[in-house]
């Protein structure tokens, strides 16, 4: 459930709340909007609701129970858009971010050199994995620690936020000292160990969709890490495994219009995993944009035809800079802001 506060309920009036809730059982989540102060309630609310008497304490307007499995989660707790901003990024409202870099960390020239493109073309955030979790376990797996320290020196010097994805507790921790926001990839979306631990940490948060999971399974994933108090996630579609075998996956162009009537939690898309293909990225990206997405993330290497995972999927720094030309103006065209 959600309790509607007054506007002009005082702290005092907040913390009475937050107490009976607790009192009572259940966690309590200050959500602060523009229009209205929310206390989202999680927990087993049955069979308590009525036993609180909150609806009687004069700094109540109301008490909405939320039907939706997903609680923090829902436009219902939060009706304006959540709006992420990292550095020079923002996701959500108005505003539209863009990420990029290559795959995997290979080497500081490979990352320098992606970052030097990607800041001249426009992105805000640069990506890079220092842990590759593959199919197989002879491909290349990262350059974990030394990686991470390349992607902060790459972002420190051009500017960039940065992302990497994490994919255990001792990762988080060590990735915690170097980026500015974590991921979570699609084969860790369930692993709610990993949610709940990034749950825990003050950092942006990006959770992409796993490879066959429901909307309400993403949704709720997202739940995870934002009961235990981080509500800076950026979900991120990156395509789904259908029977189709002319690209990697399907993307799901209608979970984005979606996702923005259920929750209120910025939305991204990954072009590159979702098709395979650098042939598609462009096309799939500018229907993301016209489809009212709050960000891109695309694979972009210096030398895609040598690089270690994912090659053939990632834009060489021009075919980014021509995309990144092209977002702009089909941007301004839906009345949305490239950050």
Known sequence: ?????KLNATEEEILAVEKRLKDGGL????????????????????????????????????VVPIMKPFK????EAKEMPTIIEVKDAKFGGEHLAIIAGPCAVESINQVMTAAEKIKAAGGQVLRGG??????????FQGMEEKGLEILQQAGHEYGLATVTEVIDQPSLDLACRYVDMVQIGTRNMQNFRLLQAVGKVR?????????????EEWLMAAEYIMSEGNEQVILCERGIRTFETYTRNTLDLSAIPLIKDLSHLPII??????TGSAKLVSSMAKAAVAAGVDGLLIEVHPEPCKALCDGPQSLDPEQFATLTTDLRRLAQAVDRKIS
């Open 1 to 5: 459930m959600i309790v509607v506060m």
């Open 27 to 62: 966690s309590g989540h200050l959500i602060r909007g523009v229009n209205r102060i929310v206390i989202g309630a999680v927990g087993d609310e049955r069979q308590v609701i009525a036993s609180l008497g909150l609806e009687a304490l004069s700094a109540v307007e109301k």
């Open 72 to 75: 923090l989660v829902s436009r």
């Open 130 to 139: 220092a842990y590759k979790p593959r199919t197989s376990p002879y491909a």
């Open 203 to 215: 950092k942006p948060v990006i959770l992409k969709r796993g490879l066959s999971a429901t909307i």
């Open 269 to 274: 898309v990954d072009p590159s995993h979702a």
